[in-house]
C-alpha cells in the first residue's frame, strides 16, 4: 500500500473495518419510504429489507440504477436494509421512517455504526453556492468519546430539490466550505480541539488538496486546549478576509474558551500559513458591571463575525447569559491584537450557535436562531425563528419557521444553521434532531430549507 498524500476520499475506508462490499453513502428516509444512494461496483443490484428485528430479510426489487426507494412502508417504524450485487453486498443500514422538516440531504440512524470509526450522528452543516451554480452542503460524524474525524459533502444541481454523494474528507470536523476568488476552500479542525487546517477543491468538492496546518491544536478530551470553531460565514472587511475561532476545551474549567478571529490579506495565498495571523486568545473575564452576574467560567463560543453599522468589525459570541450575547470588537489595522469587549447586546436566542449575516439589499442583518420562549430552558432547540436588525442592538422577530413545542424538547432540535442570501430568498441547511433522534442535541438528520421572498415576509 502507498502512503497518503491526500484529504478527500469517495469513500474513507478506515483499515480492518466493515464498510461493505457496497458502499451505501446517502439515506434519506421520508413517513413511508426510505430512498437510499451507493456507489458503483457495477452490474445489476438486488435489494433487501426488513422490519428490525424481524428474521428474515424480504427482496424489495431489482435495480441497474444506484439509487432504491423502499415504499409503502409503516410509518415510524425502523427498517434495515442493504443491497447486493456480484461484487458483493453491502453493510446493513438503518433508518426510520416518518415525517421530518425541510429536504432530507442525509440521515443517520443513532443506532447505525457505519461511522462509528468517527461519529454516531451527524453535525456541522455548512452551505455554499459553487461558481458553477450547483450547491453544495457538508456535515460531519459527532459523538462523546469517538474520534469526530470525518465530513461528508453532498451536491445539488436542481436548486436543492434532490442531493447526491460526492465525496469524503478526513481528517474533517467543525469544516466550513467557502468561496474565495472564485475557488472552493474548506477551513475546518481535524478533530475535536485538534489543528486547525485549510484545503481547496478545483472539482467542485471531489477532491481536495493536501490540507496545510494553520494553527497546532490538542486533543482536549482530557482537558488540553486546542482549537475550537464552528462553521461561521468569513468576510472581508479593511483588505482582508476574516473568521472566527476560539482556543480551549469544555474539560478546561480555567477558563473554556478564549475568543479568537484569524485574517489573512484579500489577495494572498491562503493555502501558505504564512499568510494567516491570530488575535490572541482573550478570556472571559467581568470587564464591566453588566457582566458581573455572569459565572466564571463562562460560555464564550461559536462567535459570528459581523460588520457593525459604522464599519467595525465584530466578533459576535453565543454567551453564557441568557438573553445576551457578547460583542467583542477587532482591530482590523492590529489584525494580531486581542479583541476587546465592545458591548452586550440583548438576543434572545444565545444558547445554540447562530450566525449573522448582513443583506445590502434591505439594509438589515438576518439570523436564524433557536428563539428563547417564556417557560422554555436554556438549552431548548425547539423554535426555529427569522430574525433581524437594523442596528445590532434590537432585534425583532420575522417569521417562525418550525415550531416543534408540541414534541418532547429533550428529542427534537433545529440547530447551528447555515444560510446563504440566494436572491429573493434565503437557503439554509440544519442540523436536525426529530423522529427518533437520540437526543435534541445528537441530530439524525441534515435538512436543507428554503424562505421565499424573505425581505417581505413578516411573522
Known amino acids: 500500500m502507498r502512503g497518503v498524500d491526500t484529504w478527500s476520499y469517495a469513500p474513507y475506508r478506515p483499515f480492518l473495518y466493515n464498510v461493505g462490499d457496497i458502499y451505501i453513502c446517502r439515506i434519506a428516509p421520508a413517513e413511508r419510504s426510505i430512498r437510499f444512494e451507493w456507489l458503483s461496483a457495477g452490474g445489476s443490484y438486488s435489494v433487501f429489507y426488513r422490519i428490525r428485528g424481524n428474521e428474515e430479510f424480504l427482496l424489495c426489487g431489482t435495480t441497474d440504477c444506484c439509487e432504491y426507494d423502499i415504499e409503502n412502508l409503516i410509518p415510524e417504524t425502523d427498517y434495515e436494509f442493504f443491497v447486493e450485487s456480484k461484487a458483493g453486498k453491502s453493510r446493513v443500514r438503518l433508518a426510520r421512517t416518518g415525517n421530518t422538516v425541510g429536504t432530507v440531504v442525509n440521515y443517520l440512524h443513532p443506532d447505525d455504526d457505519a461511522y462509528a470509526f468517527s461519529g454516531r450522528y451527524l453535525c456541522s452543516p455548512s452551505l455554499v453556492r ?26 445539488s444541481d436542481d436548486e436543492g430539490k434532490t442531493w447526491h454523494y460526492v465525496s469524503e474528507l ?24 485538534g489543528d486547525l487546517l485549510i484545503g481547496k477543491s478545483v472539482d467542485g468538492g471531489k477532491t ?24 461561521q460565514n468569513l468576510i472581508y472587511h479593511g483588505g482582508r478576509l476574516w473568521a472566527t475561532l476560539e482556543w480551549g476545551a469544555w474539560a478546561n474549567r480555567e477558563y473554556c474558551h478564549a475568543a479568537m478571529m484569524m485574517s489573512c490579506g484579500e489577495n494572498a495565498d491562503l493555502l501558505d500559513p504564512a499568510s494567516w495571523v491570530f488575535t ?52 482590523v489595522t492590529e489584525p494580531e491584537k486581542m479583541l476587546s469587549y465592545s458591548y452586550l447586546m ?57 415550531d416543534l413545542r408540541g414534541y418532547n424538547r429533550n428529542l427534537v432540535g433545529l440547530q447551528y444553521v ?30 436543507f430549507h428554503r424562505i421565499k421572498n424573505f425581505r417581505n415576509i413578516s411573522k
Open 130 to 155: 459553487h461558481p458553477d451554480g450547483y450547491l453544495l452542503a457538508s456535515m460531519d460524524l459527532f459523538a462523546d468519546k469517538h474520534p469526530q474525524n470525518l465530513t461528508l459533502i453532498y451536491r
Open 170 to 193: 478526513m481528517p474533517c470536523f467543525w469544516g466550513k466550505m467557502f468561496i474565495h476568488k472564485g475557488e472552493l476552500y474548506m477551513l475546518a479542525c481535524s478533530t475535536e480541539y
Open 208 to 231: 481536495f488538496s493536501t490540507p496545510v496546518t494553520l494553527l497546532r491544536g490538542a486533543n482536549g478530551k482530557n482537558g488540553s486546549s486546542g482549537v475550537h470553531k464552528n462553521p
Open 280 to 331: 490572541e486568545p482573550r478570556i472571559f473575564e467581568h470587564f464591566v458591571p453588566e457582566l458581573e452576574d455572569v459565572k466564571i467560567p463562562a460560555m464564550t463560543i461559536e462567535g459570528t463575525p459581523v460588520i457593525s453599522p459604522d464599519g467595525k468589525l465584530f466578533n459576535i459570541m453565543r454567551f453564557g447569559k441568557r438573553g445576551y450575547a457578547l460583542c467583542y470588537e477587532a482591530d
Open 346 to 402: 440583548r438576543f434572545p436566542a444565545n444558547f445554540s450557535k447562530f450566525m449573522i449575516k448582513y443583506d445590502a439589499v434591505s439594509g438589515k442583518y438576518y439570523s436564524i436562531v433557536c428563539r428563547l420562549y417564556e417557560g422554555c430552558s436554556d438549552s431548548a432547540r425547539n423554535l426555529q425563528t427569522l430574525m433581524s436588525s437594523r442596528d445590532l442592538v434590537e432585534w425583532r422577530d420575522e417569521r417562525v419557521l418550525y
Open 418 to 447: 447555515d444560510f446563504e442570501f440566494d436572491r429573493e430568498d434565503i437557503i439554509y441547511l440544519c442540523r436536525t434532531a426529530i423522529n427518533g433522534a437520540h437526543s435534541f442535541h445528537d441530530s439524525n438528520y441534515s435538512t
